[in-house]
């Protein structure tokens, strides 16, 4: 089994900068790609970027200029940097794991799931 455990969220004010961490430990000899989701106080969860085994990103329109997904292999280890913060960015922040070397911006699509850290950004 994967297990994915995130950390490094936290309240900050708009404008901000935070740095997400999210450490995937148990399966990981296989390729997988690594994705982060968020989920706004009652809303649904959507989909934030996504980084393919080989380093492809993409991300939602929403966040796009302002966060940047990465990933270190050697520590089985992705990050989302998240820069000039606002309000609307509040929300749990999920780490997914989907198997294989193609991503997926799909919920559905997604293998495996972190039990998510909490970012607060207060105007």
């Known amino acids: 089994q994967l297990q994915l455990v995130e950390s490094g969220g936290g309240l900050v004010q708009a404008g901000g900068s935070l740095r997400l961490s999210c450490a995937a430990s148990?399966?990981?000899?296989?390729?997988?790609?690594l994705n982060w989701f968020r989920q706004a106080p009652g809303k649904e969860r959507e989909f934030v970027a996504t980084i393919s085994w080989g380093g492809g990103t993409d991300y939602a329109d929403s966040v796009k200029g302002r966060f940047t997904i990465s990933r270190d292999n050697a520590k089985n280890t992705v990050y989302l940097q998240m820069n000039s913060l606002k309000p609307e960015d509040t929300a749990v922040y999920y780490c997914a794991v989907k198997w294989g070397i193609v991503t997926s911006t799909k919920e559905d699509d997604m293998d495996h799931w972190g039990k998510g850290t909490l970012v607060t950004v207060s105007s």
């Open positions: 148990g399966r990981t000899f296989s390729r997988f790609g």
